[in-house]
């Protein structure tokens, strides 16, 4: 019964289609069903939920294609590309942002120039002046101050992109058995081999050579800005939002480097 409503409902949706886009992207959502055929019923409606929402984009696409060919017209999407993009996107997020509000953010706040220069710095590991904040936030000032490290200092952002990306590789392997589960295993396994060495090499690198604030937080932006501009498959909004996360990746560097120097090294006292 599972499988006449969900060719019915392939169907309808070809219906929304041009005819020449049409059998092409029937197959299409018809295999992708019975490959989440063993996760569920819940799975399969979602995926043609979201089949529903790119009708749109879909008719756009078919426009532009001649009669007698779609193939080709939609780029494939590896992945890898898209457990990368998925992965940058969360730690530069929580990077940018924590240290928007720890370093410069604190910085003004508590007016630490002109403190320093009377003698009345506060508590540096205060969010607020004096300390006084509840209980309750103290998990929130904690994810910023180590956010504020990953862009002053470098060293937890292999740790931050080895733990994302195996939370999420586990999270789609959570429901397949055998072989893809095993590979699942063998892709954490391999993440955190390189975390464990790539951590103790940045923090040597940021500690004692000329660099400020590792190499790092920069390769991530720089990759950001990459997979935004060239990467296949990719929708606009994840392209605008890697793409703009990288830039902004690669200004926190910059402003850590020049101008900030001061913010970061009373950060780091």
Known sequence: ??????RAVVAALG????GHFRARQRAEWTADLLILAERGRLARWRYLFAATRTLPALRAVAR???????????????RSVVLVARVLTIVLGWTVVSWAVMLPGRYLLLDIPGRMAAGTLPDPKSVWPGGDQPALMAPVAAVLEWGGWAAADDFPLPLAIALVASV???RHRRQLWGPRRRVAAVGVAVISLQALLL?????????FTTIRGGPVLPLAGATASWLAVAAPGLSRPRRAVLGLLGLAALAVAAVDATIGTGMVSWYRD
């Open 1 to 6: 019964m599972t499988g006449r409503v969900d």
């Open 15 to 18: 219906l929304a289609l041009p």
């Open 64 to 78: 532009r294609l001649p009669a007698d060919g779609p193939q080709g017209a939609l780029a494939p999407v590896s």
């Open 168 to 170: 999420l590789l586990v």
């Open 199 to 207: 951590t103790p090499v940045d923090m040597v690198v940021t500690a």
